[in-house]
């Protein structure tokens, strides 16, 4: 891959037969990103079915029960690229059971695409699909609205699917600005890598287009500087006898040479001397950048510990309420002991009240004592020690954690932290 390209990390979500995998495909074909192997399997694989068409969904369902259903089931990474971007795609399942997978693998995503048949509207899948990327607070949303061949390409039908969705994102915190409606026909190839002359009447840009307008740093996370650390580097060599160096990745903000820091949980002051990467020196770092800081003062610091601005300090509390995710099948109760993994820091908890259930269709929440595989709730925890957290709303990376179970070692619940 070229490294000046961009890159935009893209999560999909549909409904059985909306064509999600098809809609994938079809990137993948019309980028030119299948390999000559497999896209002779896909045309043999299509002829065999007796189909008269290119079956583009073969290309992503990797699992035989994934190909012998015509649904997705596990999470799959698929990459593709254009002249001018690096695409990286988590082709997510939709169905209720696998929510999980859904929240997942979004997670890492930037931009969710949304996929509705044109035939089918704004269904309950649609609801917990949006809900679902309301909750990971994704920078950007598009609305697929496919299969639009099997409606004649009627803009009144598309018109009023884009109303129907818009009353959905009324009753969500999104902003309407970060939404984009698109009709496509992803078996025919219509508005996918270019104008569709059947649409006339849409003047938006094509799905690919769409894409590659995309900026990473208006899809970053824009929040205070956190730097946990992740690996102390001392060389003990001639060369860099005295050279103490913390390596990690910077997450929502800039640091600059000079900055005045502070060390969690020492409380400790003392300001930036350099910031490298690799053998390259840099007066700043902007988010998402994995880079190597000294400092210029000799202060206890290890794996674990955090850097962040002197004056943008996070909260430090041993009680914490948070939104969780079930992804095991062992329900979460009252009084239940684990581990709980924040960022590299891992402490005990224990579950001391579980509010409710969160209804996904935007409904509400009811009262619960316990939280099942794929349940969504709000969940009170006490802890060992205190943890530096930002809500999720303001850190994503400072404000997510993972349960883990103590005696399986099995990630029982993925959790974001409330205000």
């Not at 820091?345 to 099942?372: C, M």
Request: with cysteine.
């Amino acid at each position: 891959m070229s490294d000046n390209r961009k890159l935009i990390k893209i999560a999909t979500a549909g409904s059985v037969d909306d064509g999600k995998s098809t809609l994938i495909g079809r990137l993948l074909y019309d980028t030119q990103s299948l390999t000559t192997d497999k896209l002779e399997a896909i045309e043999q694989s299509s002829r065999k079915r007796g189909y008269d068409y290119l079956d583009f969904s073969l290309a992503t369902d990797g699992l035989v029960a994934e190909r012998e259903q015509g649904i997705t089931i596990d999470v799959a990474h698929i990459y593709f690229s254009t002249r001018k971007t690096n695409f990286v795609i988590a082709d997510t399942p939709g169905h209720v059971e696998y929510t999980r997978n859904m929240v997942t693998g979004a997670s890492t995503s930037q931009v969710a695409i949304i996929l509705i048949d044109a035939r089918k509207g704004v269904i309950e899948q649609t609801y917990r699909h949006f809900f679902i990327a309301n909750l990971l607070r994704l920078s950007h949303v598009v609305v697929a609205i496919n299969k639009m061949d099997l409606v004649n390409y009627d803009e009144e039908v598309y018109l009023n699917i884009k109303a129907e969705f818009e009353e959905l994102v009324e009753k969500s915190h999104f902003n309407t600005e970060q939404i984009t409606f698109i009709p496509l026909s992803a078996l025919k190839g219509e508005n996918i890598a270019s104008k569709s002359d059947l649409m006339p009447w849409y003047l938006g840009n094509s799905l690919l287009d769409h894409l590659e307008v995309l900026e990473p740093e208006d899809l970053f996370e824009s929040s205070v500087a956190r730097f946990p650390v992740q690996y102390v580097i001392r060389p003990k060599t001639e060369a860099f006898h005295d050279f103490r160096g913390f390596s990690g990745k910077l997450y929502g903000g800039k640091l600059k040479v000079g900055d005045e820091v502070t060390v969690l949980p020492s409380m400790t002051s003392t300001r930036i001397k350099t910031i490298q990467f690799l053998d390259e020196l840099y007066d700043e770092a902007s988010p998402d950048s994995s880079i190597t800081i000294t400092l210029e003062n000799e202060v206890d610091l290890s794996r674990g510990d955090m850097l962040v601005k002197s004056n943008e300090l996070p909260k430090s509390e041993k009680q914490i309420a948070a939104t969780l995710c079930q992804v095991n099948n062992k329900p979460l109760k009252v009084g239940d002991k684990y581990t709980l993994q924040h960022g590299v820091n891992r402490v005990l908890a224990k579950v001391d009240r579980i509010e409710s259930i969160i209804h996904t269709d935007f409904s509400g929440e009811v009262p619960a004592d316990q939280l099942r595989l794929n349940d969504i709730g709000k969940v009170h925890f006490r802890l060992s020690k205190p943890i530096h957290y930002d809500p999720y709303q303001k850190n994503k990376s400072n404000g997510s954690f993972i349960l883990i179970d103590e005696g399986s070692y099995d990630t029982v619940s993925v959790g974001f932290i409330n205000a």
